[in-house]
C-alpha cells in the first residue's frame, strides 16, 4: 500500500514540476548515474513532459560522466564518482549540454557493493539553475535508508532497488523545490 500511495505522490510532485516549469517557460534537463534513466523516467511519466523537459544523460560509466555531461575529469580522478562536487557538475553538464533551463545531477551507489571506499546508500543530488551554478545539493545517507533484517537478525545493506527509488524520490524533492525558487527563470 505504501508504494502505492509514494508513487501517487511522486507523480503529483512531477506534474508541479511542469507546471512550475511551464509557468516560467523553461526546461529541464537530467544527467544521471546510479539510477540508470530512473529519473527521466519518472520526470517523462506525465502528459506534456515534453513541453519542460530537454531529455537526459544516462552516465553509468565514470568515464562517461566526463565526456558526456562535462565533469571535470582530475575530479574523478581525486574524489572518485560519488561526490557532491560530481553532483554538482553533472547538474550543469546536463543544463549547458541539453540547452536547458534547469539541470539536475544524480550519482551515489546503489549496491549491493561499496565504491570507492563510499558506502551502499550514499547518494549525492544537485540542481543547477539559469546562469551560474546557484542550485542545491542534497546528500541521501546510506543511514537513512531501510536495511533488510533477517528473522532475528541484524540489518544489512539497503537493497539496491530501494536505494535507486530512494535517489529519484530525493532528487524530484529537490527539483520541485529549486523550481519553485527560482521564479524569474524565463528563458528568452
Not at 45 to 68: C, E, N
Not at 126 to 154: K, M, N
Amino acid at each position: 500500500m505504501w508504494l502505492l500511495e509514494m508513487e501517487v505522490s511522486l507523480s503529483e510532485k512531477v506534474q508541479q514540476i511542469h507546471a512550475n516549469l511551464q509557468q516560467q517557460r523553461a526546461t529541464l534537463a537530467v544527467a544521471e548515474s546510479l539510477t540508470g534513466g530512473e529519473l527521466c523516467a519518472a520526470l517523462t511519466s506525465v502528459p506534456g513532459a515534453s513541453q519542460v523537459i530537454r531529455g537526459g544523460l544516462v552516465v553509468y560509466a565514470t568515464d562517461l560522466k566526463s565526456s558526456l555531461a562535462g565533469v571535470d575529469s582530475e575530479l574523478l580522478a581525486t574524489r572518485g564518482a560519488v561526490d557532491p562536487a560530481v553532483a554538482a557538475q553533472l547538474a550543469i553538464g546536463a543544463r549547458d549540454r541539453l540547452r536547458a533551463t534547469f539541470g539536475v545531477g544524480l550519482t551515489g551507489v546503489a549496491g549491493p557493493e561499496e565504491q570507492d571506499g563510499r558506502p551502499v546508500g550514499e547518494v549525492h543530488c544537485a540542481v543547477a539553475g539559469p546562469g551560474s551554478f546557484t542550485g542545491d545539493l542534497s546528500t541521501l545517507a546510506a543511514t537513512s535508508l531501510p536495511g533488510r533484517a533477517p528473522p532475528g537478525g541484524q540489518a544489512t545493506r539497503p537493497a539496491r532497488q530501494d536505494v535507486r527509488r530512494a535517489a529519484v524520490v530525493e532528487a524530484i524533492d529537490l527539483v520541485l523545490r529549486a523550481v519553485r525558487e527560482w521564479p524569474s527563470a524565463a528563458i528568452g
